[in-house]
C-alpha cells in the first residue's frame, strides 16, 4: 500500500534575536489518518518511565487522548530538521542538558509557532511536539492537582495521542530519529529534528499546503531559499 499521498520540502534560514543563522530543512506530507502507527499503551509507558512531568502537565499522559478518538480522515506531518555541524560549538560541546535544552528551546518554539498558524489556515486540529505551553507564563494548573485552566487551548503531542513517531518518519521520509545519549556524552548525532501533526476531513492538497506553510514561514526573521 503506498503510504504517501502529497509531501513537499524547504529549506530555510533562521535568525534569532542575537544575528546567529541556522540553516533548517522543513518537510511534509499527508496520509490517510488509518494509516498512522498508533500504540497508546506503548507510549504512554515510555512517558511514564522516561519523562518527568508524566501526570504533571495537562497535554502529556495519562490526560492525553488516544489518536483514534481525535483524529479526521487525514494527516499531514510536518517536521524540522537542523544539522547538529550547525550547532554553536559551545552548545555542541557542552553537557547533554545544554544541547537537549538548545532542540527544545529552538526547534519547539519554531514548529509549534508554524502548527498553530496551519491549524487556522488549513481549519484543521494542531498536534504538537512537545508538552503543553498554553498556561505560560502561568504555571501549568494541572502540575498542582488543579483542572486545566485553558481547555481550548490546551494542546498535545503527536506522541502522547499514541502515534508512534519512529515508525511514521522512517515510513513518511525515510528519516531515523536520532537522540542525545545523556550516558555517551561523546556522541553527536548527525541531525536532530522535531515532528508536529494536523488532522481533518478534507484532504490536504499540495498547493493550498505548501501556500498556507510558506505563508506562516514568512517573517519572524525566516528567509526561504
Known sequence: MELKTMRGKHLIEYRTISGRAYPLEIGFASIRSSLVPVNKDATDDACRKGCNLYGLNGGCPPYSPHFLRICRENTLILFARIQTKHYPPKVLNGPYYTRWVFVETFLTSLTNRIGKDLASSLDSYFLSSGNCHSCRPKRCAVKDGEKCRKPDLRTYSLES???????????????????????????????????????????????????????????GRITVY
Not at 553527536?188 to 476531513?201: S, T
Not at 484532504?203 to 514568512?218: D, G, H, K, W, Y
Open 161 to 219: 495521542t499514541g502515534v508512534i513517531v519512529t515508525e511514521l518518519m522512517q515510513d513518511l521520509f525515510d528519516i531515523e530519529l536520532q537522540w542525545w545519549r545523556s550516558k555517551n556524552p561523546s556522541y553527536i548525532p548527525e541531525y536532530m529534528l522535531k515532528v508536529i501533526g494536523l488532522v481533518r476531513r478534507k484532504a490536504f492538497e499540495v498547493s493550498e499546503t505548501n501556500m498556507r506553510i510558506l505563508s506562516a514561514l514568512n517573517g
